[in-house]
């Protein structure tokens, strides 16, 4: 299957069977399940994100179509065309060679640059990667290597990735990055077992001297004001998120166990959305669909709309918000103990291991306090 964008082809690996077809990206398998399959035709809605790859089977072994994304403004679309490839998906080895990147996208350009750490696995000539960055990761990318160059991609249903570069000694050169047909930009990586980011605990800070407030919409439209009342005797995680991002469904997951593991000893989890939708009702569907799809037993609450400038606007007591998603810790009292920016996935292995232990420690330790 490939994605065409501008002169771009991005290879996603699709399955399909007589009733599923299945999308792999290196370690995740996500299974569809067309509404919709005839002789000429074909409609598949993808999970969580709720987008659609809709379009016309050629012959019988040919597909083309367009992937539609309705909650971006404006209503995205990309084309593209599966043919068959006669050999069937191999799961790699679980043991590969690591290798670790200190990476800079937009390297040429100062007000776009940013910094990643790049995490590459080869298995032969496959590779399994993704990029850590100050908001996130790219979860679960898969391709090929040469020896002389790589070739990465993913699909999920609402990002669509692609990263090549060449290969030269210990650097990864020449590197082009292709997000869905919105975005592009150069760059480059040198080999660096130690790279690191800076702490994501310390990236947004409470900067208030009243006490941590802020009001959401709840799912019948009313106005509710959380405030040190609502706080009070519990350990408190907001949840600040989009039902459109990745990264804060992988969280989702994640605190919806938490919440599980810990609720009879006081831990509340209040997430609050910030959609793309252009009305209220849309953006309370889109959210409470995905909550009901993940099957999270707390409601969700809405915020607004989704640029980060109007979620600053909801939580004005922080000096800025940079990533959905970010979560803010409040201990018993109503105070603000921890603000963590962006989550490790499950894509980046052992950092999410790492992440998730860390989280719940911290966590177990609020409940203890007196």
């Not at 004005?316 to 009292?333: A, C, G, W």
Request: hydrophobic share 35%.
């Amino acid at each position: 299957m490939f994605f065409i964008v501008n002169d771009v082809q991005i290879p996603v690996r699709l399955e399909i069977t007589d009733s599923t077809w299945n999308i792999n990206n290196a370690d995740e398998t996500i299974t569809l399940k067309p509404h919709y399959y005839a002789a000429d035709s074909f409609s598949v809605e993808m999970p969580l994100f709720h987008t659609q790859l809709i379009g016309k089977i050629q012959t019988d072994t040919t597909l083309n179509g367009i992937w539609i994304d309705p909650t971006r403004v404006p209503k995205s679309s990309i084309t593209f065309s599966v043919k068959p490839n006669h050999q069937p998906y191999q799961d790699v080895a679980t043991l590969g060679t690591e290798s670790i990147y200190d990476c800079q996208f937009s390297p040429d350009q100062p007000e776009n640059q940013s910094h990643a750490v790049g995490i590459l696995k080869t298995y032969g000539g496959q590779i399994h990667a993704t990029f850590l960055t100050e908001t996130g990761d790219y979860r679960f990318l898969e391709g090929n290597t040469t020896g002389q160059s790589i070739e990465l991609s993913c699909f999920d249903g609402t990002h669509l990735f692609y990263f090549c570069a060449n290969i030269k000694g210990d650097s990864l050169t020449d590197g082009h990055f292709v997000s869905g047909s919105t975005w592009q930009e150069k760059w480059s990586g040198y080999l660096h077992p130690s790279a690191q980011l800076r702490d994501p605990d310390s990236l947004t800070k409470f900067v208030s001297k009243e006490n941590f407030a802020f009001t959401a919409l709840d799912q019948s439209q009313q106005k509710i004001l959380f405030d040190s009342t609502r706080f009070k005797d519990h350990v408190t995680i907001v949840q600040i998120l989009g039902s459109w991002c990745p990264n804060c469904t992988d969280e989702s997951k994640f605190l919806k166990d938490l919440y599980a593991a810990y609720n009879n000893k006081g831990l509340q989890i209040i997430p609050v959305a910030f959609e793309r939708e252009a009305t209220v009702e849309d953006q309370l569907f889109r959210v409470q669909r995905q909550f009901q799809d993940l099957e999270i037993p707390y409601p969700p609450y809405l915020g607004g709309t989704s640029p980060k400038s109007k979620a600053e606007q909801v939580f004005p007591q922080l000096n800025h918000i940079i990533s959905y998603p970010t979560t803010i810790i409040l201990d018993k009292k109503g105070k603000v103990r921890k603000i963590h920016t962006g989550f490790y996935g499950p894509g980046t292995g052992k950092y999410y291991m790492h992440h998730k232990e860390l989280l719940t420690m911290f966590v177990e330790a609020l409940l203890d306090e007196h």
